[in-house]
């Protein structure tokens, strides 16, 4: 297996294509899209969770493993998905949540029935006094991580909504029955995999936060993790040479991430990590606004990548999934400048070192969606901390500026096919509404254009596929005092490649040995090399020497 060669491309399924006229996208939807995502070139496609699940967080409170919930489609719609695929192609990665289960999880059931076994399944605690939770820890999507149940007068943990219950991976139960599941995925034909908050799995202790906060340093790279997933690795996909994975770690280390994915630790191949995309968050508050501090972010991408590759450990590169704002309303401009700044961003992630993702959508620039009203999300944190706000006494108005920032549902809304009803993804109302910007920005419309973002991510596609320096070549950063350029060079053997990004709206001016280099990729026509250079708006040069 070799990860170096991989781009991965996100599908959120629900938001993809609908075939069937119910306003959910489908699994036939997917494959009558298959021509497309060859054209693109990628060659893997992670999906977000399409089985049976209440929805109440979008598959990611998960009620069967092993069933795809009907409205996705069936075993057959889903064996013909990786047939058609692969005939392009391109593998599949399927998303693993295993730090909880619904509540409507038959194992959940059964504990709740006061089945004893099951019950070891999950975190339950007595309380500190009656009606006070075990701890103070905090939901991600807030209040307290613990929910009362009367019946045992006891609470059982989750660190997400309160139909997501925490298992409690100390019982090896537990951790058997979540390397079934991953091999009755293998059996189906699936390499891929990627785990969801799978740093979260060992919890440390059950005290009280002392800062008040929200818990996270009691259950996050906890003391049994790399144990778990050496023995996960072991007894599933670590058995399959062809397999690639990678672990969502949610506020995590280099150093623990040199472990996770360090080249010899058999645990996964790579990590996403999430410090460059909380840049913009004031004091490190999600729901905070301010702009993207662009020295944090450089310095975050240097530091990942040089500690990373020091350790021979491999990062997943990502500026966008379904759990974040769209990166080119983000980072760039997404009105004036947003087929320069969507290449832009695309170069700079690119040319690292480290697995792409793409997350549907990306590829044509969609900016967020912008939503003006509560009764538009859909998304249950977004519904949750907009009460929260509100509370805090942050007005209507204030509150709706900070979704149209940071909801989830920017990332989520449907795929902007083309200028038809709903953007082409359904004649119906689909389950999220669609994004007014699909009239102008959509698939078709981006085939068309003469500066296409989409045929920009073809190139950088291709580059990875074709040149050894883009999948290995050693990473240096260059210009690091620059306030508004992000560059550095990639070395193999007697290669070089230099990346030059100008994060801004403005002209910026850099000064480089370049003679020798010439130019293979850029988002401006006419490009002149010369040892000082003039970077226009936003505009991004990849140069090559051998
Ligand atoms: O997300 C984990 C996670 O902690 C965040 O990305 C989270 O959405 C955000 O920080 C909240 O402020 C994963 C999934 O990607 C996400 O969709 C799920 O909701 C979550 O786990 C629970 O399974
Ligand atoms: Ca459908």
């Known amino acids: 297996m070799s990860k170096k060669d991989k781009i991965v491309y996100q599908i959120y399924p629900k938001s993809y294509q ?36 209440p929805q109440k967080d979008n598959g990611y409170d998960v009620a069967d493993y092993r069933q795809f919930d009907p409205r996705y489609g069936t075993m057959e719609d889903f064996e013909e998905l990786a047939r058609e695929a692969k005939k392009r192609g391109i593998d599949i990665m399927f998303d693993m949540v295993f730090n909880h289960t619904s509540t409507e999880h038959e194992w959940f059931q059964k504990a709740l029935a006061g089945d004893e076994k099951y019950k070891k399944y999950y975190i339950f605690k007595k309380g500190k006094a009656p009606g006070v939770p075990p701890n103070n820890w905090q939901s991600k999507f807030a209040g307290s991580a613990w929910e009362y149940v009367e019946k045992f007068d006891e609470w059982y943990l989750h660190l997400f909504d309160k139909t997501q219950a925490d298992l409690d991976w100390t019982n090896p139960e537990v951790r058997r029955e979540c390397a079934d599941i991953v091999n009755y995925w ?41 144990e778990y997933l050496k023995e996960l690795n072991l007894s599933s996909f670590g058995n399959d040479p062809e397999h690639l994975t ?14 996770y994915a360090g080249d010899d630790c058999n645990e996964l191949d790579m990590v996403f990590s999430f410090h460059h995309l909380k840049v913009d968050y004031k004091n490190q508050m999600k729901w905070e606004l301010q702009p993207a501090d662009f020295m944090s972010l450089k310095k975050l991408f240097n530091k990942w990548q040089i500690g990373m590759q020091e350790a021979n450990a491999w990062n997943a590169l990502f500026w966008n999934c379904h759990d974040q704002p769209r990166s080119v309303s983000r980072f760039g401009d997404d009105k004036k400048y947003r087929r320069e700044s969507a290449k832009m961003l695309a170069a700079a992630l690119h040319m690292m070192r480290g697995t792409p993702y793409i997350y549907q959508g990306e590829e044509i620039g969609m900016p967020n969606a912008y939503f003006t009203d509560i009764h538009q999300y859909v998304d249950v944190e977004s519904i949750n901390i907009y009460a929260v706000l509100l509370q805090q006494g942050k007005t209507e108005e204030e509150v709706i500026h900070i979704l149209q920032e940071r909801s989830r549902d920017n990332a989520r809304t449907p795929m902007q096919w083309d200028d038809s009803e709903n953007g082409g993804f359904s004649d119906v109302k689909p389950w999220l509404q669609s ?21 920009f991510y073809q190139k950088l596609i291709k ?8 999948q290995e070549g050693l990473f240096y950063p260059l210009l690091e005092e620059d306030e508004k350029i992000f560059a550095y060079e990639r070395k193999y053997q007697d290669e070089s490649l230099i990346c030059v990004n100008n994060f801004y709206p403005e002209t910026a001016t850099f000064t480089l040995p370049l003679e020798g280099y010439e130019v293979i990729l850029s988002n401006y026509e006419d490009v002149t090399v010369s040892d000082t250079m003039e970077l226009r708006p936003y505009e991004t040069i990849v140069l090559y020497k051998k």
């Open 18 to 53: 609908d075939t069937n006229h119910d306003g959910w996208g489908d699994i036939q939807g997917v494959i009558s899209r298959l021509d497309y995502l060859q054209e693109l070139g990628i060659n893997y496609i992670w999906f977000n969770p399409m089985i049976v699940s």
């Open 463 to 470: 580059m990875r596929k074709e040149m050894p320096i883009v």
């Open 435 to 455: 994004a007014s910007s699909y009239k102008d920005i959509n698939v078709k419309n981006e085939l068309a254009a003469k500066d296409s973002i989409f045929r």
């Open 246 to 259: 990678v672990g969502e770690m949610s506020s995590t280390t280099i150093e623990n991430c040199i472990q």
């Open 186 to 226: 293998r059996s189906k034909g699936v390499h891929g995999f990627r785990f969801d908050v799978i740093n979260l799995i060992s919890k440390k202790s059950f005290e009280d936060d002392p800062n008040n906060y929200d818990g996270r340093q009691f259950y996050t790279d906890g003391p049994r993790e790399h």
